[in-house]
């Protein structure tokens, strides 16, 4: 892991990610969340204070080194408290059937495996429980997706891994979710490349 993942890129993407559109999307996302929760890619904790007040702890999982050094400064200033591991969602260190949420924001993207990440997400959650996401990804209209594969390997050189073009309603759609609800939208004040939407609920 080089200097820019290590130190530039997490500062630049802690920054780039706390406009006030995105915080209010997870705010959204995050006013129903209850019970036992896991967050994949938890990054630099940006989605803490947008847990509601009966959410008091949850577990957290990231690889990022970088991401985790800001994110577990903000940890100690929350009065939410984090079981939080340096590990990829790959591979998540739970047993089966352990959480009634898992959430994911604009963190689906920067999976190297993204299909194992999802069976691992499907495999902790408890019958019943529920995977909530909003996430970034492929837009319908083919110019756009053309540039989206076109730009994706430069995305991943400056945005540590992140690609421009993952269908992530179809890959959620690949787990064996009982019920899967995808809702797409633009972000506002964003290119399409890189801001077409998809907020979704998917029940085990
Ligand atoms: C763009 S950041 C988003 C961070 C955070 N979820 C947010 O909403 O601000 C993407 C995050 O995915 C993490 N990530 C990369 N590979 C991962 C993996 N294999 N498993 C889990 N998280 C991963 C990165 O370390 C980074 O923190």
Known sequence: MGIYSRHIFPRLCDRAMRRPEM??????????V??????????????????PEHVRRLSAVDPGEGM????????????????????????????DDRFDCVVSTWTLC??????????????????????????????????????QHRLTPIQRVLADGCRLDLDVEAVVRGQPFREVEVERFLLEGTPRLLGSMYRGVARK
């Open 23 to 32: 915080a209010r999307l997870r705010s959204e996302l995050l006013v129903d």
């Open 34 to 51: 209850v019970g036992e929760v896991l967050e994949i890619g938890f990054g630099t904790g940006l989605n803490l204070e947008h847990y």
């Open 68 to 95: 985790g050094r800001i994110g577990r400064k903000r940890i100690a200033r929350s009065t939410v408290e984090v079981d939080h591991r340096l590990a990829v969602a790959e591979s998540l260190p739970f047993e």
């Open 110 to 147: 920067s999976i190297p495996d993204v299909r194992r990440a999802l069976s691992e997400v499907y495999r902790v959650l408890k019958p019943g429980g529920r995977f909530l996401f909003l996430e970034h990804g492929l837009n319908d209209d083919p110019c756009v997706r053309r540039w």
